[in-house]
């Protein structure tokens, strides 16, 4: 009987190590290309991907917005790092742009105080940026790519992030590219990556509302998603009315054909877009360098900021012409200087308008400062 027992026991035991050994991922993605009926270039793209608790595997890459832009391109999205390897990189993201073809340097003009920027090998060249900001599993991250030219021979792209449990936008990184007036084009593509699981753990993840930006300020949004992968295992299943689930590795190696999924979203612009909204402003003169130093804050559950114009009137209609203007276009400026002549503070009240542009191209209501001689 006990002879018998473990026989039995040593059967089980060799099933679970063939099983645990038969474990394979696909040779290539899985990923999603999203189909656009109108190819237009773009200023900004931008989906939405969710990694739930049970497909949130150790080494895997979800890759959120792989894009174009100019003669180069790159890819944003969540990467989890950590599991049982006690790695310092445990939920984070990736921002990474490939060099382009005239070999000049790629710029980061812009990093988050928690966000890591290097140069990257190994898949062509590059400059890579990650922040381990700690995303929560089950939650919706939305991923926008942005681009904007200010004149001259780089072009600028901002990576941002809409947590759509907290309600919050962030700003991770901007990268200065080496082409002029360098505009987002093409598809977007997605893809669910296993970049070193040696045990080829089952991995899975969510994606969807995918939308582009156009260079005239027109929104498109995917009418189809294809889902394809090399030989393994994975499978792709249609989500919500324009959302793909990719699942990647597990035990039964199989192949199949491209899936399309065709998308069934009735919005005309995505649904989270709140215009930017100015928090407060503020301003003070000196006199003796005639200079007037504005500031200001934003709320952060509105589209980030993406352009700033100031401007300095005498009446409180803030009607005419403008003593003094400054503007710019950066998303993380908040401190202004306007040039002017001698001001006649101690006899007249003058007024800060400020109106600030976001990266959706949508105008904040304006806000005035009251600048005046403060009395003890």
């Not at 018998?4 to 059967?11: E, N």
């Amino acid at each position: 009987m006990r002879t018998t027992f473990f026989i039995a026991l040593k059967v089980l035991f060799c099933l679970i190590c063939v099983s645990a050994k038969s474990q394979v991922c696909t040779k290539w993605g899985p990923y999603i290309r999203s189909v656009f009926s109108n190819k237009v270039d773009a200023d900004l793209m931008m989906a939405d991907v969710m990694i739930p608790q049970e497909g949130n595997t150790v080494f895997t890459y979800t890759c959120a917005v792989q894009f174009s832009i100019g003669k180069s391109g790159g890819y944003c999205g969540l990467q989890n790092t950590n599991g049982d390897t006690g790695m310092q990189h445990p939920l984070n993201n990736i921002f990474s742009i490939w060099d382009f073809p005239n070999k000049m340097q790629i710029h980061a003009t812009y990093k988050d105080p928690l966000t890591f920027v290097s140069g990257f090998g190994g898949e062509g060249t590059g400059l890579h940026s990650h922040c381990d900001f700690g995303w929560v599993p089950g939650r919706w991250y939305t991923n926008v790519v942005r681009r904007w030219y200010t004149g001259g021979d780089k072009t600028m792209v901002g990576y941002f992030i809409y947590d759509h449990t907290q309600q919050r936008w962030h700003h991770y990184v901007t990268f200065e590219v080496p082409e002029a007036d360098a505009k987002l084009h093409g598809n977007i593509a997605s893809f669910l990556e296993n970049f070193a699981d040696e045990k080829k753990r089952i991995r899975t993840s969510y994606y969807k509302s995918y939308w582009q930006l156009s260079i005239d300020n027109k929104w498109m949004k995917a009418d189809t998603l294809l889902a394809d992968a090399g030989e393994g295992v994975w499978d792709a299943k249609a989500y919500a009315n324009d959302g793909v689930q990719l699942i990647a590795c597990g035990p039964v190696p199989i192949k199949k054909g491209k899936v399309f999924f065709m998308m069934n979203n009735k919005e005309n612009t995505p649904a989270i877009i709140k215009p930017a909204e100015i928090y407060d402003v503020g301003a003070y003169y000196d006199k003796a360098e005639k200079i007037i130093y504005a500031n200001w804050s934003l709320k952060n559950n509105a589209a980030p900021q993406l352009s700033y114009t100031a401007a300095l009137y005498n009446n409180p209609a803030c009607t005419g012409n403008a003593i003094a203007v400054t503007q710019g276009t950066d998303p993380d400026i908040r401190t202004a200087i306007l040039q002017t002549n001698k001001l006649d503070t101690e006899k007249r009240t003058y007024y800060l308008l400020l109106t600030v542009k976001d990266i959706f191209n949508h105008s904040s209501a304006p806000k005035t400062f009251a600048l005046e001689d403060l009395k003890p």
